[in-house]
């Protein structure tokens, strides 16, 4: 399915609407001390890129149901962004990630600093402690740009039940995720359900499900973008999948085969598995998750994964995933405009270059 180029709210609402929270916060936090700017430049850093893709789904939601185009919609989805960055904060942390974006990831962004300025103790500790509380401090602002976003407070009450419980499901599918990279022992089934609650259902689905909440959508309209949303949040978690390993640096802003030195249990490494013959297996179980892993090391990975079958599969479950999304999509009861754009950000999400 392709379609013309439909506009979204000022990127997707989320530029425009994450400065509009920081700028009140900067003269509170510095009349705590000076010493806060950094946090507020390492949070500006981050959020100066992104695809903005939550927020858009949340704003479409809303138009989906008959929302109109307003402040107060665009500023709620906005928040989504904040709660976007606590996640890929704490993510960074756990996943020991040097990069975001192109650019170092927050914690390392604080161990630089403690090492320039020579301070006494340990610079690790120092740059996963600062990070994890500008990733609770995003959290808090989130939730406070979706209580202050100038909608009704029923309008917010309908949403709030959507987005805790977004909020619940995001937190539950990292400790998945976390526990099948300990446990070594995923399997397509289990490696999906990680993609279902810390990707699908927080990327796409509960984005439109708070949007359609907020303009106060019939329940068969809630349904029909779950048709949608849920499996092209899985698309397109599996399109991330495949980047991780076979994306460019340029493009994903992380280096070449970063999944793989982290250890990921992802469905394509599942795949891979599945089809591997016992050496296959025994050189991928080695090298996966291994810090040190070199630009030799990944293409013996990447080699692996294309000899098994392990990515023309995943890349069959990606479009199989895509047309189910776009199916459901042709008979949903929703607006004109929300259809044309949603078919138009199915296409954003699931064809990113490698």
């Excluded at 990069?99 to 301070?119: D, I, M, N, Y």
């Excluded at 990279?181 to 990680?194: E, I, P, Y």
Aim: charged share 25%; proline share 5%; glycine share 12%.
């Amino acid at each position: 399915m392709r379609s013309r180029h439909v506009d979204h709210p000022d990127p997707q609402g989320g530029r425009r609407g994450a400065a509009g929270l920081r700028r009140p916060r900067r003269p509170a936090l510095r009349a705590i001390s000076e010493d806060l700017a950094p946090l507020l430049s390492a949070l500006d850093a981050l959020l100066g890129g992104g695809k903005r893709l939550r927020p858009a789904f949340c704003y479409w939601g809303w138009r989906a149901a008959g929302g109109e185009d307003g402040p107060g919609i665009v500023a709620a989805a906005a928040s989504l962004e904040l709660l976007q960055a606590s996640a890929l904060v704490h993510d960074d942390v756990m996943d020991s990630s040097d990069t975001r974006r192109g650019q170092p990831s927050v914690h390392r962004r604080f161990e630089a600093l403690h090492r320039a300025q020579g301070w006494p103790g340990d610079a690790e500790s120092f740059g996963g402690g600062a990070a994890i509380l500008l990733g609770d401090l995003c959290l808090a602002w989130s939730g406070e740009m979706f209580e202050t976003s100038g909608l009704d407070g029923a309008s917010r009450l309908r949403g709030r039940e959507v987005y805790d419980l977004m909020r619940t499901e995001v937190m539950c599918g990292q400790y998945l995720d976390m526990l099948e990279g300990t446990r070594r022992q995923a399997n397509v089934a289990t490696a999906l359900r990680v993609v279902e609650y810390k990707s699908a259902k927080y990327t796409i689905e509960r984005p439109l499900h708070l949007g359609a909440a907020l303009a106060g959508a019939r329940p068969d309209v809630a349904a029909a973008l779950s048709g949608y949303g849920l499996p092209l949040g899985i698309a397109f978690q599996l399109r991330d999948d495949v980047l991780g390993v076979f994306g460019d640096p340029a493009e994903t802003g992380k280096p070449a085969g970063d999944d793989l030195r982290e250890g990921k249990r992802t469905v394509l490494v599942a795949l891979t598995l599945e089809r591997a013959s016992a050496a296959q297996a025994a050189a991928l179980e080695r090298r996966l998750g291994d810090p040190a892993l070199d630009r030799p090391g990944v293409d013996e990975l990447r080699a692996v994964i294309e000899e098994t079958g392990g990515l023309a599969a995943c890349e069959a479950m990606i479009e199989r995933y895509l047309r189910e999304a776009e199916k459901a999509l042709e008979t949903a009861p929703i607006t004109a405009a929300a259809r044309e754009a949603l078919a138009e950000l199915a296409v954003a999400a699931t064809t990113r270059s490698t």
